[in-house]
């Protein structure tokens, strides 16, 4: 079901850098004496995105809908249960990890956790050119100094170690070296939950003039609606290893169909007290059911004040709204 | 301001913490009030020592690497320096916390009943019986379902946000005057946490009790205090009530707070203004106004580099220079400890 495709390709006229289909994640869940498998947890169960280059697609919904699973699935950290990711057309699940790993990079979410702490910042930012291109670390220190001043650092930094950098700068880092191989995909996890609002926005707009100025595909996952809405051309919406809404952000956002994204943005608090007073909030009941068990047909279904006999039994599929954007996709029997 | 007894009233209050490298100065000279009925936002980035002056009022600082200074008054009380007994008795009892992750917070070898029993019978003379009873009673009104069945659950079977109920149960079970929540929803999914300041909010306002809510997020604050503190390195750089400092951000940090934010009621098609550099170390913070190394506006003429400025301009002692003919707009209350407060008008035009 390459569903977003025809949307975006009438928007773009080109072919998706990177795009998945029908991806399904389940772990299993081991137990009893002999540690078999009693249980799976289905983590992304059936999730099908595109991407395409210079876009940015963001990934939104609460901690347990799969959006990292998602993210990690498509550059092959974990393998899918089922479905495909392509690359530029071709499958990654045959591709060789050298070039899978130079076409498509991520960006983690911890920028303390995801350096090498005895490395100095040369060397970890030497160590994509040694990899990929098997020249010899006095080679590239050129290389390296032009990557620091291209995130903003400087290239006297080399030298230095990951505890000699502030969380923000870090951040940059990890940027810096997801560019080194010149990627055309970039998956970057929550890169800016962990920072603090002054410092969240350099880096934002960082990763925007970095678009801007190279041209690659960013799939952006974040629990943040706010910076989402920020940096995103498309938003999805994930509910329970489900995407349940996605299209133009616009569309998302002033014109959400699915109850769950509904919900969703009403919850974000937004800093402005006259605004807020005169906000209608959903305050959803309940909570997030277990993905070892997820709801029949619809899984928001239990959340949802319009749920019906049809959504426990049918799970609704993504399709367009008639008179909406056709690029904007909604999984509701009943939408808004 | 009124003369009347604040609930609680902080003073010039210094908490610094012994380390290997020197005194860490967390928090330089804070001046807060709360009166009853008051949900104060306490904002900062990490650093800004907003969790540090909350942990004070109840006084959970390792007495021995932490040096204090000022006055924290509670009724007309001053909590610091009293004795240990006697907080102990404040603690729970008359003001009440919720720290940020309830699994943490909460001992995992014992029943939350047995926990919220624990603390009645502390401050209340209680059967375990009643205690039992209004532990159930609480663990009701915060929304947990069947409570009475609940009751005896272990906090490890309680989902996040439940955890955080119980906590909220638990803090409103003796009565509090006075509730700190140190980021009572920052660990919790943007859905659940509407649920949990919303049930915060209301059942505060149902028991009667004032709300410290320490947050960083703005968002929070405009949808539940009326009254605002912006703390930067160890100090409040700005105190309002809610509508003033959303309208009219005086002090240039607040408003670099609030252009770098993305907003979710707009498309974005401006580009985030972040604040530049980095915040200064607290072993040796900057002189004069804390924020002028990363401040558009800071003058040295002005003093910005050399005097630390007072939040109201009636504790204003020293004119600097002739420049600073002063607003005299003090008398709204709100305040803003900037030499340059009438400039930052210029700032906020950029976003506007």
Redesign the interface.
């Known amino acids: 079901m390459t569903v977003t495709d025809e949307a975006v390709d009438a928007a773009t006229t080109t072919a998706p850098v990177m795009s998945a289909v029908d991806v399904v994640k389940e772990f299993p869940v081991h137990g009893g004496v002999f540690g078999r498998t009693i249980a799976k947890v289905h983590a992304v169960s059936g999730v099908s995105m595109s991407v395409h280059r210079g876009e940015t697609l963001g990934i939104v919904g609460?901690?347990g809908c799969g959006k990292s699973t998602f993210g990690r699935v498509v550059l092959r950290l974990l393998t899918a249960t089922a479905g495909r990711v392509e690359l530029g057309g071709e499958d990654t699940a045959t591709m060789p990890n050298k070039q899978l790993r130079r076409r498509a990079q991520m960006v983690f979410q911890d920028p303390y956790a995801s350096l090498n702490p005895r490395m100095t910042i040369g060397e970890v930012l030497s160590e994509p050119y040694l990899v990929h291109q098997g020249k010899k670390q006095k080679e590239v220190v050129d290389e390296v100094g032009e990557l620091l001043q291209t995130v903003g650092l400087s290239p006297e930094h080399r030298s230095r170690y990951p505890h000699e950098f502030?969380g923000?700068q870090r951040q940059r880092i990890g940027i810096a070296r997801a560019l080194a191989v010149d990627p055309e995909v970039i998956v970057l996890d929550e890169p800016v939950s962990a920072l603090?609002?002054?410092?969240?926005?350099?880096v934002?707009?960082l990763l925007?003039r970095l678009q801007d100025e190279r041209g690659m595909a960013y799939l952006f996952i974040a629990?943040d609606?706010?910076?989402v809405?920020?940096?995103s051309d498309r938003v999805a919406v994930m509910y329970l290893g489900k995407n349940v809404e996605i299209g133009p952000?616009?569309e998302i956002?002033n014109r959400p169909r699915h109850p769950y994204t509904y919900?969703?943005?009403?919850?974000?608090?937004?800093?402005?007290?006259?605004?807020?007073k005169e906000r209608r909030?959903i305050?959803?009941?309940g909570?997030?059911p277990s993905p070892i068990d997820p709801p029949s047909g619809c899984r928001f279904r239990t959340r949802c004040w319009k749920a019906t006999d049809e959504c426990t039994t049918d799970e609704p599929p993504l399709r367009v709204v008639a008179g909406d954007d056709p690029g904007h996709l909604v999984a509701c029997h009943h939408p808004e | 301001m009124s003369t009347s007894q604040r609930l609680l009233q902080i003073e010039d209050l210094t908490v610094g913490f012994k380390t290997e490298d020197g005194l860490v100065q967390a928090v330089r000279g804070v001046d807060l009030s709360i009166d009853d009925g008051d949900v104060l936002a306490v904002v900062g980035?990490?650093g800004s020592g907003k969790s540090v002056t909350a942990l004070s009022v109840l006084g959970l600082h390792p007495q021995n690497r932490t040096t204090m200074g000022g006055r924290i008054m509670w009724q007309g009380e001053n909590l610091i320096g009293a004795p240990e007994d006697r907080l102990r008795r404040v603690r729970g009892g008359e003001i009440a916390m919720i720290f940020q992750d309830p699994l943490t917070a909460l001992n995992p070898v014992y029943s939350v009943g047995r926990q919220i029993i624990e603390m009645l019978q502390a401050h209340r003379e209680m059967s375990r019986q009643a205690a039992k009873a209004r532990a159930v009673e609480m663990l009701g009104l915060v929304g947990i379902p069947q409570p009475a069945r609940r009751v005896d659950n272990f906090p490890h079977e309680f989902?996040g946000?439940?955890r955080q109920r119980a906590m909220i149960a638990m803090a409103l079970a003796c009565d509090p005057k006075l509730v700190i929540a140190d980021e009572p929803t920052t660990a919790l999914?943007?859905?659940?946490?509407?649920?949990v300041?919303?049930l915060l909010v209301d059942i505060t306002r149902e028991h009667g009790a004032a709300v410290m809510l320490i947050t960083?997020?703005?968002?929070?604050?405009?949808?539940m205090a009326n009254k605002v503190a912006v703390m930067y390195a160890g100090r409040v750089v700005e105190d309002a009530t809610?509508?003033e400092l959303?309208d009219a951000p005086t002090h240039p940090y607040t408003v670099?707070?609030?252009?770098?934010?993305?907003?979710?009621?707009?498309?974005?098609g401006e580009?985030?203004?972040?604040?530049g550099g980095?915040?200064p170390s607290m072993l040796n913070p900057p002189a004069g106004c804390a924020f002028h190394p990363r401040c558009p506006i800071a003058r040295s003429e002005s003093g910005c580099d050399s005097q630390i400025p007072p939040l109201h301009e009636s504790e204003q002692v020293t004119v600097v220079t002739g420049t600073r003919l002063g607003s005299g707009s003090d008398d709204s209350g709100h305040g803003a400890a900037c030499w340059r407060r009438d400039e930052t008008d210029s700032l906020l035009g950029v976003r506007a």
């Not at chain 1, 603090?196 to 350099?202: E, N, R, T, Y």
């Not at chain 2, 580009?271 to 604040?275: E, G, K, V």
């Open positions: 609460e901690s502030s923000g603090d609002v002054s410092i969240q926005a350099g934002v707009n925007e629990h609606l706010s910076v809405r920020h940096i952000k616009s956002y919900a969703l943005l009403s919850a974000v608090p937004i800093p402005d007290p006259k605004k807020e909030r305050v959803l009941t909570e997030v | 980035e990490s989902s946000g439940m999914d943007v859905t659940v946490q509407a649920q300041l919303e960083h997020d703005l968002g929070v604050v405009a949808g809610s509508e959303f670099g707070l609030l252009r770098s934010l993305p907003r979710v009621d707009s498309d974005g580009q985030l203004i972040p604040i980095q915040p």
